[in-house]
């Protein structure tokens, strides 16, 4: 049953839960079981989040299963409603997550792309909030809940929140919990060109909030792509005060200009995964960049692991034309993660 605000106003029917009493069972699904849960469903999908292929007797393809997410130690379907409404996280946003891609290999399996610096970034985000993140436990989930649903070319998504304990501030007597999703598709830019804006907001600044993936700091990224979205545009670029770039609200910036790529420096941006990839691979420069120093740039991309290596077409009035060093540069990206250059294979986890 999922916790509506509809459920939560209409009166109770005299056969079905009252709210209390669903909102209990919810809890009682959610955080009882979770801690004594066993060890088992660390590998293998437990029958209930099979869902009905094993009862009906026959083979439902993995690609039409609703996919199993791992919570706090088990396997629970991906469309269970499992936080109670007093989550703390869902009133403060106090999570990490992750964005982790992992892609078919040619050998027919698949791997994880950078596992365990996605990983060593959580952890460190999770310390924010005195979250015990355990990376090897957390790494072995990622590759479990891929084995059970089947997923090759996906989109992992980790997060761990604070969970009950308390409505206040201070975060120690609240219940801290894990989960692990993979989706089969790709989002964000997704390497197509991209049109974009200079927002009028400015980047949470690392002196008040961390680089890192706190949900709570992702509320800078949606305002500034809400407000490009609005004025006809896909993405928006943050700059700072003194006209310094920053990073857009899910990728790092990148320049190239007479052959030379150079990769946006900033404070206050995330160290991406991909930016360390993507200098690894080219050789790029790290250094400030100004914004006008990217308006004159020949291309301009932005990478991150949902957006890849992502052209950009128009910043603002500026129109870029060709942009063959970002396709030559994402080609090779997509050749390292799919395991087709061996001198990179060192960054593949075998799924
Ligand atoms: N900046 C921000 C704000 C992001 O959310 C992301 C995506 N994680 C990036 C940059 C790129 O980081 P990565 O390459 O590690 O995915």
């Known amino acids: 049953m999922h916790l509506t605000a509809e459920t939560l106003e209409r009166p109770a029917a005299a056969d079905a839960p009252s709210p209390a009493q669903a909102a209990a069972a919810v809890r009682e699904r959610a955080y009882a079981p979770a801690r004594s849960e066993v060890p088992r469903a660390e590998v293998e999908p437990s029958a209930a989040a099979r869902g009905s292929e094993s009862r ?8 039409q299963r609703t996919p199993v997410i791992w919570f706090d130690g088990r396997f629970i379907p991906g469309d269970a409603p499992e936080a109670p409404l007093t989550t703390h996280a869902m009133h403060y946003g106090t999570a990490v997550f992750e964005g982790i891609r992992s892609y078919a290999t040619a050998d027919g399996g698949a791997a994880v792309f950078r ?28 590759l479990a809940t891929l084995r059970a649903n089947g997923h090759r070319d996906a989109y992992i998504r980790p997060l761990t929140w604070m969970g009950t304990g308390t409505i206040g501030l201070d975060v120690d007597p609240l219940s801290q919990h894990l989960m692990i999703a993979t989706l089969p598709k790709v989002v964000h830019l997704g390497g197509a060109r991209t049109r974009l804006t200079v927002s009028p907001w400015k ?55 007479n052959g030379v790529v150079t990769s946006v420096d900033h404070r206050d941006a995330l160290p991406g995964i991909t930016r360390d990839t993507m200098i690894e691979l080219s050789g790029a420069q790290s250094r400030a960049v100004t914004l006008h120093e990217l308006l004159d740039a020949d ?36 050749r390292v993660v799919r395991g087709e250059e061996p001198r990179y294979a060192a960054w593949l986890t075998a799924v």
């Open 299 to 334: 291309e301009v991309f932005v990478c991150g692991t949902a957006a890849e290596a992502t052209p950009i077409s128009v910043l603002d009035r500026r129109e870029f034309g060709d942009n063959p060093v970002t396709r030559e540069l994402a080609a090779l990206y997509a």
């Open 115 to 142: 596992l365990p610096e996605h990983m060593e970034r959580m952890r460190k985000g999770a310390e924010m909030f005195g979250i015990d993140f355990d990376v090897e436990r957390a790494s072995q989930a990622t």
């Open 203 to 257: 980047r949470n600044p690392a002196t008040s909030l961390p680089a890192l993936k706190l949900s709570g700091a992702y509320v800078n990224s949606i305002l500034a792509k809400r407000e490009a979205k609005q004025r006809g545009f896909d993405e928006a670029l943050f700059t700072d005060d003194q006209g310094y770039v920053v990073e857009c609200t899910g990728a790092n910036v990148f320049m190239v200009k």
């Open 56 to 63: 009906a007797g026959s083979e439902v393809p993995t690609s």
